[in-house]
């Protein structure tokens, strides 16, 4: 399976506890996203990797998150003290970066990890 | 700021019968436009893209969407639902060379036999 993959798939934790999440894009994209997405919402957008740079993080990523992409290909999502608001799917989309013109702004999505915060 | 706006939360529509699933987005510039389709437990998949133009734009599984800058809508259909397409629709609008890519709030489609 070449697409963009996440684990765990589904994660019950209880208040407080901290989590953390994996994203693996797609091998060739140095572009990477998170999104939260909430019931009856769209995905929101979190923070964007470009290669092993941040370069862009939404207001909606607290202190509490964090986010990292070490060697430019895997990234983690790190939630601490988890809050029962955080409770939501978090997606990873990667897309090819300026050079595949074709590819241009169309994101590939993992299948997202499912939070329940008790 | 970027907005899009998906004015149906949910649509009800006979199998064999026409759909349009509407979408308003607001952005400065010409915008990247996109329709995703989200089954349960699954990631969002893009059904079609809008950058520049034929205004008509064919994607996947017999889905068209129709660019209409006067009324800023990229309104998405298909001529014949099957069961098969009973899922959540998403319109995304993408910032011309930046980062983000913003979504509106869904449409949920259900097909009735």
């Known amino acids: 399976d070449t697409g963009v993959s996440q684990d765990p798939r589904h994660k019950i934790t209880k208040r407080g506890q901290n989590v953390t999440f994996r994203c693996d894009p797609i091998?060739?994209?140095?572009?990477l996203y998170w999104y939260r997405q909430t019931l009856g919402q769209g995905p929101e957008f979190l923070t964007y990797?470009?290669?092993?740079?941040?370069?862009?993080k939404s207001r909606l990523l607290s202190d509490r998150f964090s986010a990292e992409r070490p060697k430019g290909s895997f990234s983690t999502l790190e939630i601490q003290r988890t809050e029962q608001g955080d409770s939501a799917m978090y997606l990873c989309?990667?897309?090819?970066?300026?050079?595949?013109?074709?590819?241009?702004?169309?994101?590939?999505f993992g299948p997202g990890t499912r939070l329940t915060v008790l | 700021a970027q907005s899009v706006t998906q004015p149906d939360i949910h649509i009800t529509v006979s199998e064999g019968a026409s759909l349009e699933l509407r979408c308003n987005y607001s952005y400065g510039a010409t915008p990247y436009l996109f329709w995703y389709v989200q089954s349960p437990g699954q990631g969002l998949q893009l059904l079609l893209k809008y950058f520049s133009g034929d205004t008509l734009v064919q994607g996947i599984k017999g889905f068209e969407a129709e660019f209409k800058r006067s009324q800023s809508s990229f309104n998405l259909r298909k001529p014949s639902v099957h069961w098969s397409d009973a899922a959540e629709y998403f319109c995304a609008v993408g910032e011309t060379g930046g980062f983000k890519t913003i979504f509106g709030a869904g449409t949920r489609l259900f097909v009735k036999a």
């Open positions: 990797f470009q290669n092993e740079a941040q370069l862009e």
């Open positions: 989309a990667s897309k090819a970066g300026l050079a595949d013109p074709r590819s241009y702004n169309e994101q590939f």
């Open positions: 091998s060739e994209h140095n572009r």
